[in-house]
């Protein structure tokens, strides 16, 4: 359970640093570190395993019939990025306290970044994909928190928005993409599909899968031509750059290339794919970095850059590739981690991120000056930095890939002008910041910032020295481990030493150092260059364009489906659906009356049937008079209610009644604000197409419903009875299956009924409706609202119907109830409260919200299903038991209870919550009626 409570950690501490702003920063930032170290706690035994090599898979039991439970996995690739999102994450929590201002919500950046933590453990421990692909999204999700925070600025929104939309269009392919990969091999585990590569790459489906999960990835990862959301989130605060551009976000896109390597990898698809779509931006990313004068657009288009290169090492598929990407990664998010905070400092103390206005910042701060260099120097590849090592590795592999291409010299031509491009745009970000003339019209006068503040960066700084110069000693046994676990087998021959001898990636450096200092020196006329093509390049422009004319074509699409007439879309509804139905019969023709006996007709029956149609058509006759049609629609529905009780379905019988009394009560409260008479709206024309469009599909349902009773087809219901008791511990199959073998179900619509609620009463809150004074005729209301019989009646009944409600509830397992009707019966009796004697004597014996019974039940809901993980079985697995007391004898008690609780509480929560807020606004227009 360590890893699925490590996960857990950081999304139940968010709540908590949330509520710790009140107690101020320094209680927050505790909170935050806490939650983060306490999650790097519960992992570390873990991590000790997987640094030996050792995978962990946990399990918990979800759905085993679906074939989905929670799995989580700890190797060497989980160890790194765990270390990567914990540590660099404690980092951007002490940097975060001292960059925010007074004025910003500490505690709320500190919510969302756990949020973003959690989701990112998530991706990085899941062994189920779908299980994986739930946490990618909540990564999304959790960044557009994040990139949002300053909501009151318009670039932070646009930015967020962009970012949501384009990785959760990725998102959407990844989805089809594991599908396609969990039908291939016959399972969603990862242990499966990475040892199934040779079937993967051998099946017609590998092709459309790999594109599709190479779609997530790219838009995750900002890769070609998906590279233009990330430079545009950087409107979000430097700590959530540093931590999305290091450790989260943008590198989950290039592990799961690392995660699905051994599956994916080895043939020329995912060689020219990702090889090709890294290379590309690899190039393009540093020529666009060069020309940023925001100081962190280039670090943006920087991080585009050498996620590209880590795309690029991957896509050449050898093992060392592999094992040098996966080099790059750790490399990258110390020296990245370390720029980011290192420019956060620069705008916090300057006031702006202009490098055309930041300038000579060496002489009042040579000690941030000094860190950012020397992490500069690492992103440009500068020997003795930790960059420098994996940069060489990577033109050794591209000389190595370049010699099996027809052009032997064009790879290690593309990448050394990529390098030329890295080290100048490098060089830009040391020469124009820190040194340059000096600063101009600068809002303040900079310094150093406060001494915690650099601590973050002087730690990311000392990593970039130590592993540049002492690669074997610290980082050779994390890159083993991650490399191994990528590899999923021996890793090759690899010296991480800093010196390998005379060799062309040695030129290769050698010319891009030069090659990268001329062209900085010279690179004013490729600005001028830039200044005319930069509109015709936007990647942004493109993706407005292509907003707005999507939001164009839905709103014209949504006018011409939706233009306030709820006949209309009725109509067209009913239009599509004859369509698709007579589609089916047109494909596939079949005799209409099968071969089942019909059942004899009764007196009883037919009379039955009669009423209900008669009723329906004097509803659909009558629904202009509204109070005749409620009567006459009330009547429809008893009629249904005794169907039930006719075909021996009691439950239903009593649901139906109790649902019937509810839905009374609420459109009687509704009409109360309505005219009595619909007026006229169609002319006889439009009456004649409605009348025969609902002829149509009045008799087409009828002819399906006719062409199913009479045919015999082989059910699920055999298994439900069988099993009811044996499994379930109860006679009352339609209870057991709600609350035990469909308990799943029962739970998702419980908390759609809770939602749906909160919705219904964040509409009715503070309503105010004009009361009419007289009804069509002319009569006035009368001022005796809660006449003393009803009122005296309704109070002496309360009892007994709550006694009714708790008898139905508890015989609900065995017996006709549940749950679901005695919650009904509950909220029925109390209801009458308010309607016989008002709210104001009702709330002060009841409470006038139900918020938290939504939330208890809820809970209890919830808490059932955890509970069976304590015992090993799946989620909402249910038990029973037999137990005998004295005076009483033996009865039953059975786990699903609790459950059938929570549905209760739901069910009495949301209907009080829905009525008594529309009665509410009765009270407030009856405050205008006389006494």
Known sequence: MHLFLAILVPFFGAALVARSGRYGRTVSAWSAAAVTVSALLLLLPLMVDSLAGKTTIEQLSWIPSAGLDLAFRMDGLGLLFVLLILLIGLLVILYAHYYLSMRDSLSRLYAYLLLFMGSMLGVVLSENLIQLLIFWELTSLSSFLLIAYWRQREDARSGALMALTITGAGGLALLAGFLLLGQIVGSYELSVVLASGDLVRAHPLYLPALLLILLGVFTKSAQFPFHFWLPNAMAAPTPVSAYLHSATMVKAGVFLLARLFPALSGTDAWTWWVGGVGLITFLLGAVFALFKHDLKGLLAYSTISHLGLITALFGIGTPLAAVAGVFHIINHAIFKAGLFMAAGIIDHE????????????????????????????????????????????????????????????????????????????????????????????????????????????????????????????????????????????????????????????????????????????????????????????????????LLEGTLAFARRLTHWLDNGSLQRQVMLLILCTLVLGATGLVLAPAPL????????????????????????????????????????????????????????????????????????????????FLPAVTPTESDNSKRWRDGAIALLAGGGAAAMAWAVLTRSGDTIADFFISNSVPGGGGHNVVNVILVDFRGFDTFGEITVLAVAALGIFALLQDLRLPAPGQDAQGRAWDADLHPVIMATFARLLLPLALLVSVFIFLRGHNLPGGGFIAGLITAIALIMQYLANGATWTQARLPAQTHPWLALGLTAALLTGLGSWLFGRPFLSSTFGHFTLPWVGEFEVASAMAFDLGVYLVVVGATLLILINLGLAHRASHDKVPN
């Open 593 to 672: 009356t099968g071969s089942r006996p019909l059942l004899p007709v009764d007196g009883v029956s037919l009379t039955a049937a009669l009423a209900l149609v008669l009723a329906a058509l004097a509803a659909t006759v009558l629904h202009r008079q509204r109070l005749t049609a409620l009567i006459l629609t009330g009547a429809v529905g008893l009629v249904v209610a005794l169907i039930f009780v006719k075909f021996s379905a009691p439950d239903l019988a009593l649901t139906q009644l109790s649902v019937e009394v509810v839905t009374i009560i609420l459109l009687l409260l509704a009409l109360y």
């Open 350 to 545: 300057c006031g702006t991120r202009d490098m055309r206005r930041i300038n000579g910042l060496w002489h009042y701060m040579p000690h941030t000056a000094t860190l950012a260099m020397v992490a500069s120097a690492a992103m440009a590849g500068v020997p003795l930095a930790n960059g420098f090592l994996s940069k060489e590795m990577f033109f050794a592999e591209a000389v190595t890939a370049g010699g099996q291409m027809r052009l032997s010299w064009l790879l290690p031509a593309v990448v050394t002008i990529a390098g030329i491009f890295a080290v100048a745009y490098s060089l830009r970000f040391i020469h124009d910041v820190f040194f340059n003339g000096e600063p101009i019209n600068l809002p303040k006068t900079p310094h150093e910032p406060p001494r915690w503040m650099k601590v973050p960066v002087e730690i990311l700084v000392v990593l970039v020295l130590l592993v540049g110069i002492f690669p074997a000693q610290t980082v050779e046994p994390i890159l083993a481990a991650a490399a191994g676990a990528v590899l999923q087998g021996p890793l090759p021959e690899h010296d991480l030493a800093i010196w390998h001898g005379v060799s062309p990636a040695l030129w290769m450096s050698v010319v891009a150092l030069i090659g990268g200092v001329l062209l900085y020196w010279r690179r004013q006329p490729l600005f001028a260059l830039h200044g005319k093509l930069a509109a015709r390049l936007s990647g942004r422009a493109i993706f407005d364009h």
